[in-house]
């Protein structure tokens, strides 16, 4: 067994949003929807980050720009080298029903993977305003934005509400901010109906030993980052609290804040 | 069958969480416990909060890990708040502490006075944090008495020095742990430090360039450091060191153990390996006509 970077090279980068960029490689690798693969810029750090994009040849990621790490990525050009390992988790248990997939932000793009292996989902795709929005022309979904300056204005919480009132899922699907991912589990615990959502927890080495990304009893980089409704009624720091790189516990908006 | 004793702590059996794997939370403590553990070990606990070293912090090559963690951890404060109400848990507890001077450790020690730990586990044997461990000189014959003597002074808890192997002095560091009044040696902490370089991109990959070794490879080097101690002590042993299987946790108690530490373990078996090194051990012992855990301790010196 072999936990080490393979050194890949980028191959394009296209402009997905505000601060989103897609980071295209010539790459080859097997892996379910929602698992989830660490970047490495030699020398610098290391960030976990999901595929959006693959076909025969290349893989693509959607990268939002929000720390050190990617500020660096975003000043990388083609043909620079980047270290790429994975993949790591348990993904998506995909359901042949009628489902609705839920993505806030950039999550549209850790979700989008497992919408091209869905038959026809209801999607939703949300964000803060209009040039946050990823892949509009990518999927065909009820557009949101919190400011109202595309599609309808309001959260993809309310909009995913309103379609309980008149259509009926067997499975949901989320990926977002985690305090819209407890919103969605709400609803989907009143209507019971079962979800899956994809957690974000500060991960170092991917493989559950480290034990920094615990959730509960739950290493979310092993056991998850994706969750049934079944383990999440048993995790009370989900949409709660997240440990810091030391390990302390913060509420989530210290552990955003960081 | 598999009950053993370290000092005065009763173990259900001889699989002890060696510190650094998992143990940041108290929930995770309870995982391992779940799993079959005989004792866990918490992640070790520095006087202020510590980031740690920047990723990556542990990779793994075939037989062996290299991690240069860097004593990540909250600080005594907010960890003496995690590991509260220990004895929820249905095993004993080792709190693990580091510091930079004897009077560090002790601190951090007294900041755990309101904690149910069931031993205090000091490692002098970190082989990658600047001003910790072998990097600090820890691991000497005197200031493994110095510090040993520190701790011993201000707690009655069964005390566990934790050694490196990375030294010709082994079993003089051990006698002088002991001298010094310690109850238990664990041996051993990570070897090295090793390097792995990126050839593609001619750089390490460790964030801290270098790091301790763990896993099988670590195993031969641990098992004689066992044997050597245990003809030079009269304390229990835990010996800790690439113990994956049960033939593994044997070849220790023969060597001189009393009790084992998994640690990397957890990587290649998966977390419920406690559950699985057990089982194993039961039925090797049965079939070789062995009833108690006291009849492989140090049998390979008789």
Redesign the interface.
């Known amino acids: 067994m072999t936990e080490l970077p393979t050194i890949i090279k980028i191959k394009r980068i296209v402009d997905e949003a505000e601060d989103v960029k897609t980071f295209f490689f010539d790459y080859k690798i097997d892996f379910e929807p929602g698992q989830f693969f660490i970047l490495w810029i030699p020398g610098l750090d290391e960030k976990p980050f999901a595929i959006s994009h693959q076909n025969k040849e290349e893989i693509g990621m959607t990268i939002h720009k929000v720390g050190e790490f990617t500020k660096k990525l975003f000043l990388m050009k083609k043909g620079d080298k980047i270290g790429i390992r994975g993949p790591y988790g348990k993904g998506f248990s995909i359901k042949k029903s009628k489902s609705c997939v839920v993505g806030g932000g950039v999550g549209v793009a850790e979700l989008s993977i497992l919408i091209n292996k869905l038959k026809d989902p209801v999607i939703i795709n949300g964000a803060r305003s209009k040039n946050n929005l990823v892949f509009l022309d990518r999927f065909k979904a009820h557009i949101t934005t919190d400011d109202g300056s595309l599609g309808e204005k309001g959260f993809t919480t309310d909009v995913f509400s309103k379609l309980l009132e008149t259509e009926k899922f067997d499975v949901v699907y989320t990926c977002g901010p985690e305090i819209m991912m407890k919103k969605i589990f709400e609803i989907c615990e009143k209507h019971n109906i079962e979800l899956q959502v994809s957690m974000e927890r500060y991960m170092s080495c991917g493989f559950g030993v480290c034990g920094k990304c615990m959730c509960n009893d739950q290493i979310v980089c092993k056991d998850g980052p994706v969750f049934d409704s079944k383990k999440l009624r048993k995790m009370s720091e989900f949409g709660e609290s997240a440990r810091l790189r030391t390990g302390k516990k913060a509420t989530l908006k210290e552990y955003y804040g960081k | 069958m598999l009950k053993t004793r370290i000092s005065k702590i009763e173990l259900d059996n001889p699989t002890i969480l060696a510190s650094g ?5 108290k ?2 403590l ?2 391992v416990i779940q799993n079959g553990a005989g004792a866990v070990t918490t ?1 070790s606990i520095s006087k202020e ?4 070293h ?9 037989d062996f890990m290299l991690n240069a ?1 860097g004593i ?4 005594v404060g ?2 003496s708040k ?1 590991f509260s109400a220990l004895k929820e848990l249905k095993a004993p507890v080792f709190g693990s502490i580091v510091g930079t001077t004897p009077e560090e450790f002790v601190e951090v020690l007294q900041g755990f006075s309101k904690n149910d730990f069931s031993a205090i586990e000091v490692p002098l044997s970190c082989p990658h944090t600047p001003g910790y461990g072998t990097m600090a000189g820890q691991g000497t014959p005197e200031a493994t008495h110095k510090i040993t003597s520190a701790i011993r002074d201000a707690t009655k808890l069964p005390l566990i020095i934790k050694l490196s192997p990375n030294t010709q002095d082994l079993s003089k560091v051990a006698k002088a742990a002991e001298e010094a009044g310690a109850d238990a040696i664990c041996a051993v902490n990570s070897l090295g430090p090793g390097m ?1 370089i ?1 050839i ?2 001619k ?1 390490p ?1 460790l ?1 801290f360039g270098v790091g301790g070794l763990t896993g099988p490879a670590l195993r031969p080097i641990a098992v004689r450091c066992v044997f050597d101690i245990y003809k030079s002590v009269d304390i229990p042993i835990i010996g800790t060191g690439g113990v994956t299987y049960g033939r593994d946790a044997i070849e220790m108690l023969m060597a001189g153990a009393s009790a084992v530490g998994v640690g ?1 373990a ?3 078996r ?2 419920n390996v406690f559950k699985k090194i057990c089982d194993e051990m039961e039925s090797w012992m049965k079939e070789n006509n062995y009833t108690k855990i006291e009849q492989l301790i140090g049998a390979v010196h008789d």
């Open positions: 794997i998992l143990g940041v939370t929930d995770s309870k995982r992640k909060p510590r980031k740690g920047k990723s990556p912090i542990i990779l793994t090559e075939g963690v990540s951890n909250p600080g907010e960890a995690e792995k990126n593609d991109v750089k990959v964030g990397t957890v990587y290649y998966e977390v």
